[in-house]
């Protein structure tokens, strides 16, 4: 009950929640790149020839991007249970901060 008297963990500076803020926004844009181009080249053929997607690309689509977020939330509650074990009490949720 240490937390509730404030003798917990250190309080952080502006400075350093700017930093990791900024960290988890590139962290963000880096997931969502790699997902963009990683289903896009898996799913769309580069020689399309419509402007819309058709049925199979929009399904493909979908499922790439559950599997990505899937395989990302369970990455980390996973390094979230090996950083609790270690004592160091990671913070932030799955999908890199989406809160899913």
Do not use: H, W
Not at 55 to 84: P, Y
């Amino acid at each position: 009950m240490s937390f509730l008297f404030g003798s917990g963990q250190p309080k952080r500076t502006s400075s350093e929640k700017v930093a990791a803020a900024e960290t988890e926004v590139e962290m963000i844009s880096d997931m969502f790149n790699r997902l963009v181009e990683s289903c896009t080249k898996k799913c769309i053929p580069r020689d399309y020839r419509e402007g819309d997607l058709n049925k199979g690309e929009s399904v493909c689509l979908d499922r790439c991007v559950s599997k990505m977020f899937e395989v990302n939330v369970k990455v980390s509650e996973k390094m979230q249970e090996i950083s609790g074990a270690r004592g160091g009490g990671a913070a932030g949720g799955g999908m890199g901060g989406f809160g899913m």
